[in-house]
Structure formats: structure tokens, C-alpha cells
T-cell receptor, first 112, second 115 residues
Framework: SQKIEQNSEALNIQEGKTATLTCNYT??????LQWYRQDPGRGPVFLLL?????KEKRKERLKVTFDTTLKQSLFHITASQPADSATYLCALPNTGGFKTIFGAGTRLFVKA | KAGVTQTPRYLIKTRGQQVTLSCSPI?????VSWYQQTPGQGLQFLFEYFSETQRNKGNFPGRFSGRQFSNSRSEMNVSTLELGDSALYLC??????????????FGPGTRLTVL
């Protein structure tokens, strides 16, 4: 069955450093992959979508890579700030493309 | 445009009761999906409605049901509540169409506690 894995352990980094989060998937080949941010008690907020034919995508301080051979996406936040502290979720469409399957998320803490 | 709204924001029920949650999508969005989020299971897809029809369904028991109205507003119902149904219920809306690549916008969620 389709499976998404994100590092379940929290990531603690110092302000100004680059945070790198990993999303691995197995048993399928998605046409695209999405990253969301979720703050406690709130719904997820869409950040970026990267398609299978795109190696990299950037939006301000965010950068996402998508390696379909490794079946992995990396999500980078450069020059991180305490306000970036949140849970980041990776999401992919299921086979057929109508459902979105979410990873468990990685909690990021940025210390001032 | 106004965002996705969900009501109520918080709800406390007891086992065996039933509950109805509501979701109002962003204007123009015809697709509404419902998710259950718990610390142990993460975000789990319940079902999606598009143009008043259930288009997709997750792996939840029949106690979980939903519907969509002609104005795209959606409700989900959980009957015979169990302790394990305690969760944050999120709805997400998008314009719809034939693929899911358009962005989903989530509401703030309804926090359901079953005692």
C-alpha cells in the first residue's frame, strides 16, 4: 500500500540556520507532491506543490526538491526564524489522484 | 474572499450520541473534503464531496457520513460516538474539477471530545 514517511522526531535548530525536512514515500509514483504548514489547533496551510518533472521549486525562503528515483522530497527553510516553528506535512495524491494522503508531519522548533 | 469556516469550533459529547459538523467553503469552491486528525494517526481522509455527490471515500466505518448541499456547504455526521472519535475534524475545500492538483484550503477545524 502507499506509504509516506516523515521524520517523527522533532527538529530543533538555531535561528538563522537552514532547516531540512525529509519526506519519503513507497509503493507508488505520484505526479506531484505538496508541503503544508500546520500550527497547533489550526488547519494546515498549503505552501508549495512540486510536479514529478520538476527537480526543484522555490518560494521566498522555502525550497523543495523532488527525487522520483529516490522517492524522496526535501523541504528546506533558509535563514529560519522562530516564527517558522510549526509542524510541516508532506502530502501526495493517491493512485488515481483524487485523494490526498498526508504524512504524519515533522515538528520544527526554531530557537532564537 | 472569506476563508473556509467550520462550526462549531469545539464540541463535547458522550459515548453513544451523534454529532453533526458543518463546513462552508470558499466562494466558488465545489469540492469539500473531510479529514480526521489525531496525535496517533495523523490526518486521515474521510470523504470528498463534489457537486452534491460523494466522489471519494476513505476507510472509515459507516458511522461516519456526510452530505453536500447545492450551495456547496457540507456537513458530516458521526453516529453512536466512541471514545476513539475524539479528534480534530478538518474540512478542506478547492475549486474541484477532474484532478486534485488545485490547492486545498483548510478550515480551522472542529475539536470533538467524546467522554
Amino acid at each position: 500500500s502507499q506509504k509516506i514517511e516523515q521524520n517523527s522526531e522533532a527538529l530543533n535548530i538555531q535561528e538563522g540556520k537552514t532547516a531540512t525536512l525529509t519526506c519519503n514515500y513507497t509503493n507508488y509514483s505520484p505526479a506531484y507532491l505538496q508541503w503544508y504548514r500546520q500550527d497547533p489547533g489550526r488547519g494546515p496551510v498549503f505552501l508549495l506543490l512540486i510536479r514529478e518533472n520538476e527537480k526543484e521549486k522555490r518560494k521566498e525562503r522555502l525550497k523543495v526538491t523532488f527525487d522520483t528515483t529516490l522517492k524522496q522530497s526535501l523541504f528546506h527553510i533558509t535563514a529560519s526564524q522562530p516564527a517558522d516553528s510549526a509542524t510541516y506535512l508532506c502530502a501526495l495524491p493517491n493512485t488515481g489522484g483524487f485523494k490526498t494522503i498526508f504524512g504524519a508531519g515533522t515538528r520544527l522548533f526554531v530557537k532564537a | 474572499k472569506a476563508g473556509v469556516t467550520q462550526t462549531p469550533r469545539y464540541l463535547i459529547k458522550t459515548r453513544g450520541q451523534q454529532v453533526t459538523l458543518s463546513c462552508s467553503p470558499i466562494s466558488g469552491h465545489r469540492s469539500v473534503s473531510w479529514y480526521q486528525q489525531t496525535p496517533g494517526q495523523g490526518l486521515q481522509f474521510l470523504f470528498e464531496y463534489f457537486s452534491e455527490t460523494q466522489r471519494n471515500k476513505g476507510n472509515f466505518p459507516g458511522r461516519f457520513s456526510g452530505r453536500q448541499f447545492s450551495n456547496s456547504r457540507s456537513e458530516m455526521n458521526v453516529s453512536t460516538l466512541e471514545l476513539g472519535d475524539s479528534a480534530l475534524y478538518l474540512c478542506a475545500t478547492r475549486e474541484g474539477g477532474t484532478t486534485s492538483t488545485d490547492t486545498q484550503y483548510f478550515g480551522p477545524g472542529t475539536r470533538l471530545t467524546v467522554l
